[in-house]
C-alpha cells in the first residue's frame, strides 16, 4: 500500500529522519493534497453508459470543507432490484477504477453508487486516515442521497484493500448498511503499517523496530488528525451485527489472509470468510477469473432484502 517510490527517495536522503518523515507522508498524505479545483462531473467509461444511467455529484460535508464525488448509476433493464449497492475503492484509487465490479452488479439488475474517498479522484481532501473519517463522510454522502430519493432502501457495500476496511468500518457505523463484501481488507490499521513500510523499503524497512514504526503511525495520525487505533475493522464488526463476506486471497502478500481470518474469528454475528486459491493483492482488483464477482453476487443476493416488482 505504501508507494514503491519510497524506498528510492529514502535511499536519496540517507538518512533516517529522511525516512521517516517519508513514511509518515506515505501513509496519510491525500493524492490530493492541497489540490483545490475539481470538476462536477467526469467520462463515465462507455460499457457503464451502454448499461445504465448515470448522475454525478459532489456533496459538501459540512462544516467540514471536504466535497465527496458520487456517481449514481440505474440499470438500463425492464425489472431492476430494488437494492442499491455502494462500491468503495483501493488506496489512492478512485470509484471509477471500479468499473468491471460497477458493469457486474448493474447487469444483475442492481443500482450502484461510486464514491471518491476524501482526497481521491474527483474528492478534495488533504489527508487519508483509513476509514475513520471516511465513514463519517459515508453517513453524510447516504444522507443526502436518501433525502433526495436517488437511492434504494436496501443498502449493500463493496469494497477492496482499503476500500474494504472502509466498508467493513462504515457498515458498523450506518445501521443502513444492510450488508458487505470486503476483499483482502486489513483487521487494523496498527498491524498493517509494519508490513507495509518493511515491503516497501527493503533496507532501512527491515533495520527498523515495530516501536519505531509504531510511533510513525502515531505521528502520521497526529498530522491528519486521527487516531490510528480508531482505524481498526477488527474492532467495528463486533460493534454492530450485520451480514459480511470476507474475501481474501492466499497469496496476498501485502496483506496476509491473517488479517481477514481475524477479523472473521472476532465477529459475533454472521461473518463467512472464504480465502481464494492463487489470488494475490493486486490481483484481486483485475479479479480476471471472475471468483470475487461471483462468490460477492451469491452474497448480496442471499443477504440484501430485494422487492423485485
Not at 228 to 243: E, K, L
Request: charged share 25%; with cysteine.
Amino acid at each position: 500500500m505504501l508507494r514503491p517510490l519510497a524506498a528510492g527517495a529514502c535511499a536519496l536522503t540517507l538518512t533516517a529522519g529522511g525516512c521517516a518523515g517519508m513514511i509518515v507522508r506515505t501513509i496519510v498524505r491525500a493524492p490530493n493534497h492541497g489540490r483545490s479545483e475539481f470538476q462536477v462531473s467526469v467520462a463515465i467509461p462507455q460499457p457503464i453508459l451502454e448499461i445504465a444511467s448515470a448522475r454525478q455529484m459532489r456533496i459538501s460535508m459540512m462544516p467540514a470543507p471536504e466535497r465527496i464525488w458520487v456517481a449514481v448509476l440505474n440499470p438500463r433493464i425492464s425489472q431492476p432490484r430494488t437494492a442499491t449497492i455502494v462500491l468503495l475503492h483501493g488506496w489512492r484509487k478512485r470509484g471509477l477504477d471500479m468499473e468491471k465490479f460497477a458493469e457486474c452488479f448493474l447487469r444483475d439488475g442492481y443500482q450502484v453508487v461510486l464514491v471518491d474517498l476524501r482526497g481521491n479522484g474527483n474528492s478534495s481532501g488533504d489527508w487519508l486516515t483509513y476509514g475513520v473519517h471516511e465513514t463519517r463522510d459515508l453517513v453524510a454522502v447516504m444522507d443526502t442521497l436518501k433525502e433526495k430519493s436517488l437511492v434504494q432502501e436496501s443498502i449493500g457495500v463493496f469494497g477492496i484493500s482499503y476500500g474494504a476496511a472502509v466498508a467493513l468500518q462504515w457498515a458498523a457505523r450506518d445501521g443502513r448498511v444492510q450488508a458487505a463484501v470486503a476483499v483482502a481488507s486489513f483487521s487494523s490499521l496498527r498491524k498493517a503499517v509494519p508490513r507495509y513500510v518493511r515491503m516497501s523499503l527493503p533496507v532501512w524497512g527491515w533495520i527498523v523496530s515495530d516501536a519505531r514504526i509504531q510511533n510513525l503511525l502515531d505521528e502520521a495520525g497526529r498530522v491528519s488528525g486521527f487516531s490510528p487505533d480508531d482505524a481498526n475493522p477488527n474492532a467495528a464488526i463486533r460493534s454492530r451485527d450485520f451480514p459480511a463476506l470476507l474475501i481474501h486471497g492466499d497469496r496476498d502478500f501485502l496483506v496476509p489472509p491473517e488479517h481477514s481470518r481475524e477479523i472473521h474469528d472476532g465477529a459475533t454475528y454472521l461473518v463467512e470468510f472464504i480465502e481464494v486459491e492463487g489470488l494475490g493483492h493486486n490481483a484481486a482488483f483485475a479479479d480476471s477469473r471472475g471468483r470475487i464477482r461471483e462468490l460477492s453476487l451469491s452474497w448480496f443476493r442471499k443477504k440484501l432484502r430485494v422487492r423485485e416488482d
